[in-house]
């Protein structure tokens, strides 16, 4: 190159100061660069072929930073190949590369004289190759890419001007296998400058996008598009499985899918940070954290929720973003109104409602006895009704109806809300007392009309649906329906029949009745038309009745001598009748000793035919005498209903009649009469009377006497402490004589029970509910043992439970049950405790407490009968002898059991043949330790008599000990317990 020629392009480096741009360049993240001619600082040591061709010349940028340029300009010759080879270049994982060329081009027509020669383009070439291949170069191996031709040339004006024009080229090549490649750039007679030449590749690069990261993606150059799956960032989820496409020139396109931050997290700038203190975040997502609802708090960064503040709480539904809050403040201004024994109780809603809106109320029935403070309550009986409920009140009002009359009632009426269950503590309630009035028994709503005749008329009705107590009589008042009750006639019954004589033959009558309790007359029965008989067409003269007279007289003499004659014969078919079962004593035996002259009890499975036995011992019915009136009850074998029996030339009489439902078996036929067997060989006031049977027709029949107030246990949960202490000592009495009767017969029970004793309008018991094994299965009450047999568990001596030792002693243990259950007026023996826990209770000595307001007698006479020594139980007989005693000294009846000292120590009491004394703390929490408190007193620790005697139920409710019976006595004991460590040991 000459030297007017070389001058032409030297001056090129000192021009970039005015092209290249002042700042460092940045290159797009997209590009990946696999030669910079500008990054190098040194020689680039690139090959020229010729060597006088292609010239390296080193120059400075505006930072006087050393690049290298290439520079060839032989204008002036013919044929120029001037080839300029780079170095091998790596292509790493470039499938495409772009080659961008930036270079300075002399416009041929401003340089003079060199017209056929100068060229104005030059050639890019490549050549692929899996190693270096060093100096060695043959043209011929490399492809051409490209022409290269330049936008803008510059002149020498320019030169003048300082004006460089720098041209831009980029070009493609690909797609390449191999590991490397060269680039060459061939000259064929331009003026050049290769200012700077940069090879790269473009790739996707790595991002975060929807919290998922995807790495560096290098596009493939055969497909358009790189599907890509990304992965979530730390602390989050993947919502959708992300995914992104590489587009070939490295773009990220069409996110799909997203990543969710976890609880506690937050998105914040493209990654999950944890929550900061006072803040949290329940659920997965990407929602901000929150800050904590009021009365809550985080003290944590990274929170899920935040803690409630003390006395604050949150319910199991309550959102986490919901605030804090606690039960709500006691109801107030509650107002009652009482009408009779019914009471609506209204208040206002608390001033506080704790937070929140799901505010209800409920109410707690207690009944308290005794004017002291504090009167000693307990939980009203289950027939207390609640109108809408008794819990989960939302109106602030409630009317509670069905309490008995002339008796104190506490209602504790608390508002409640969705976290009171939280805070047993802070629960409060407004309590109110009220005195019940008497109610008078509801009308009688069902007359019915028996016989009319000519002067009279017999009637019957239904007793009240509600007597509110007992019925002493009944008043009935009947008028000529045309007088309008200027003139009217009153009668009494005490039954539930009666018959008006006196009436005006063919006459019509309206007729009202109304039941009178203690408590005074109820409503009268709406008014019942009747009308007599029309006169009959003759009337008899003076003479002709008196021949009348004789004629009724002399049939009435003949009826009187038949009916001698009769009760001659029947007593000694009778006696001869009576032989028979004596040869049947032997089939039984249960070591009782029997009285001498008194009937033995023959069991009536020891005749080969069951029918036989019945016929024996009960009279067969005509169906046609009985009239059934209505179901009162189911037995195991079919429908007990009342109705009457009307045998020829006898009055009619109220009866029970137990039928056998159809499709029975002969078994079944069996045991349903070996009951009637059974019962027809008694003959005791206080047995239930049987009157016979129907076995010649359908349905099979058991008629007995009527026992009006049903069975005792009901009887005595209806009339919750109404009888005074000689009524009750006077049932129980009347149960001990009927037992001793059946003892006496050699008769075991094995299933006495209040359920299984039937109560008479007069407050007569009577046992019934007799049978041999069927009595058992009979029962809903009996349970199977583990030796298989069903047994009444509560009711029946550990014996009798243990080996099936069934005997009058045994009877004598559940006549103390029943004894308890008459005293409680129908609780439930041991309440809510399993049989298996009854049965291990009495086992290791412990026995039901006394009944509230017991009569000490009777609580002593219930432990004896409780003996487990079984010949040291009471007989019947002297069961019999004490009760009469205390009826005879009702005064007796004032001490009672539970003021007494002697069974302070009771809970389920160790029978007093084994008790110890109880002198020490220890001793007394040992016999405290009864089988539900066992468990929950062992977690107490307790320190001295004054803690303990302030013990509540509900402090004992904290522990575990849920049964209204035991805690009651608890209660009861800790206080008696507290007087005894004052006033010195209690004897026992
Ligand atoms: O408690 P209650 O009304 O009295 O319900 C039961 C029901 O039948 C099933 O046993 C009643 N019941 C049984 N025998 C008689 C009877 N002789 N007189 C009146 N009711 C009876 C019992």
């Known amino acids: 190159m000459d030297c007017n020629a070389r001058s032409l392009l030297f001056i090129l480096p000192l021009l970039l100061s005015r092209v290249v741009p002042v700042f460092p360049i940045i290159y797009p993240p997209n590009e990946v660069n696999l030669l910079d001619s500008k990054a190098s600082q040194g020689e680039l040591g690139w090959i020229s072929y010729p060597s006088h061709g292609w010239e390296e010349i080193s120059g400075v940028d505006e930072h006087y930073t050393p690049i290298r340029t290439f520079q060839v300009c032989n204008v002036m010759e013919y044929s120029q ?46 050549l692929e190759t899996d190693d270096d291949q060093g100096s060695h170069f043959r043209e011929h191996q490399f492809s051409k890419i490209d022409t290269i031709a330049a936008d803008e040339s510059f002149t020498q004006m320019d030169l003048g001007d300082r004006i460089l024009k720098l041209n831009t080229e980029v070009r493609e090549v690909g797609p390449m296998t191999k590991k490397g490649f060269y680039l060459a750039f061939q000259d064929v007679g331009a003026c050049v400058a290769l200012v700077s030449v940069r090879v790269y590749f473009k790739k996707c690069p790595n991002t975060v996008r929807n919290l998922a990261s995807f790495p560096d993606t290098v596009p493939i150059d055969s497909q358009s598009l790189v599907e890509v799956k990304g992965s979530c960032v730390n602390h989050s989820k993947e919502e959708e499985p992300p995914r992104m496409y590489c587009s070939t020139e490295g773009e990220w396109l069409v996110p799909i899918g997203k990543c969710l931050c976890n609880p506690g997290y937050e998105e914040r700038s493209n990654t999950c940070q944890m929550c900061r203190a006072g803040f949290y975040k329940a659920a997965l997502g990407n929602a901000e954290c929150s800050k904590c609802p009021p009365h809550s708090f985080s003290h944590h960064e990274g ?14 539904g309550d959102p986490a973003s919901m605030a804090c809050t606690h039960p709500p403040s006691a109801p107030r201004n509650v107002i009652s109104s009482i009408n009779e024994t019914s ?22 029935c207690k009944r308290c006895r005794g004017n002291g403070a504090p009167p000693r309550c307990e939980p009203c009986r289950s ?42 503590r802070m629960r409060q309630y407004a309590a109110v007392t009220i005195t019940t009035n008497q109610a008078a028994p509801s009308p009688v709503t069902v007359i019915k009309k028996e016989k009319t005749s000519r002067n009279s008329v017999s009637l019957s009705w239904v007793e009240p649906e509600r007597p509110n107590g007992i019925i002493l ?19 009494r019954a005490r039954g539930c029949n009666v018959t008006l004589n006196g009436l005006k033959p063919n006459t019509a009558y309206l007729l009202q009745i109304r039941a009178r309790t203690a408590a005074g007359y109820g409503a009268s029965s709406p008014s019942f038309q009747f009308e007599t008989s029309p006169d009959s067409a003759f009337s008899i003269s003076s003479e002709s009745s008196q021949v009348v007279l004789i004629a009724i007289s002399s049939a009435v003499a003949i009826i009187l001598l038949t009916v001698l004659l009769y009760v001659l014969i029947g007593r000694f078919c009778c006696h001869s009748k009576s032989k028979h079962p004596d040869e049947k004593r ?26 036989q036995a019945v016929h024996e011992f009960a009279k067969e019915l005509d169906a046609s005498c009985i009239a059934i009136d209505k179901v009162v009850g189911a037995g195991e074998f079919g429908e007990v209903c009342s109705g009457r029996l009307k045998l020829p030339s006898k009055k009619e009489i109220c009866v029970a009649i137990k039928t056998l439902k159809g499709g029975y078996t002969d078994k079944q036929r069996r045991d349903f009469l070996a009951e009637a067997s059974i019962m027809g060989q008694f003959d005791h006031p206080n047995i239930i009377r049987l009157e016979g049977v129907v076995t010649r027709s359908k349905p099979v029949m058991i008629v007995t006497e009527y026992m009006e107030n049903g069975s005792l246990d009901s009887f005595l949960r209806k009339h919750d402490a109404q009888f005074t202490g000689i009524q009750l000592v006077g049932m129980l009495r009347g149960i001990a004589s009927g037992m001793k009767y059946l003892s006496d017969m050699g008769y075991v029970h094995r299933d006495l029970a209040a359920r299984n004793i039937l109560v008479n309008s007069n407050l007569v018991c009577k046992v019934s509910d007799f049978g041999l094994s069927r009595v058992l299965e009979d029962d809903p009450e009996a349970a199977y043992t583990t030796r298989g047999g069903k047994i009444p568990i509560r009711w029946t001596a550990p014996e009798a439970i243990a080996y099936r030792k069934f005997t009058s002693a045994s009877d004598a243990w559940s006549y103390g049950i029943v004894l308890w259950e008459v005293m409680s007026y129908g609780e439930r023996p041991y309440w809510e405790m399993s049989n298996q826990d009854v049965i291990k209770a009495v086992d290791e000595g412990y026995r039901l407490p006394p009944p509230m307001d ?100 509900e402090d004992l409710k904290k522990i575990g000990v849920t049964i209204v019976g035991p805690q009651k006595k608890i209660v009861s004991s800790l206080k008696a317990l507290d007087s005894h460590t004052k006033n010195g040991p209690v004897p026992v």
């Open 854 to 953: 017991c009569p000490a007698t009777l609580y002593q006479l219930m432990l004896d009968c409780w003996q487990k020594e079984r010949n040291n139980r009471p007989k019947f007989e002297q069961i019999v002898s004490i009760l009469d005693k205390l009826i005879r000294n009702p005064g007796s009846l004032k001490i009672t059991a539970n003021t007494t000292s002697r069974p302070a120590n009771l809970l389920l009491d160790r029978s007093s043949s084994e008790a110890p004394s109880v002198g020490t703390m220890g001793d007394w929490m040992d016999g405290m330790r009864t089988l539900p408190c066992k468990e929950a007193f062992s977690g107490v620790s307790y320190s001295s008599c004054d803690t303990l005697a302030k013990t509540s139920t």
């Open 81 to 126: 190949n001037n080839w300029l080879r780079t170095n091998w270049i790596p292509r790493q994982s470039a499938q495409k590369v772009y080659v961008e060329l930036k270079f300075t081009l002399r416009d041929c027509n401003s340089i003079p004289l060199v017209l056929g020669t100068c060229k104005e383009t030059f050639n890019l070439h490549y």
């Open 343 to 364: 009471v609506i109780l209204d208040w206002s809603w608390p001033e506080d409602a704790g937070g929140r809106r799901d505010v209800t109320f409920t109410v707690v």
């Open 473 to 491: 009589d009944y008043e009935i008042k009947y008028y000529e329906k045309e007088e309008q009750e200027t003139s009217y006639t009153i009668l």
């Open 586 to 611: 032997l089939h039984f035996g249960n070591g009782h000793l029997r009285l001498p002259g008194v009937r033995t009890y023959v069991d009536p499975h020891t005749y080969e035919d069951p029918s």
């Open 383 to 424: 027939g207390v009704r609640f109108l809408p409920r008794a819990a989960g009140l939302v109106n602030t009002t409630v009317t509670v109806g069905e309490l008995l009359a002339h008796t104190n009632y506490t209602f504790e009426i608390e508002a409640q809300n969705g976290v009171s269950p939280l805070a047993p």
């Open 303 to 316: 929170s899920l929720h935040c803690g409630c503040e003390k006395n604050f709480f949150r319910a199991d």
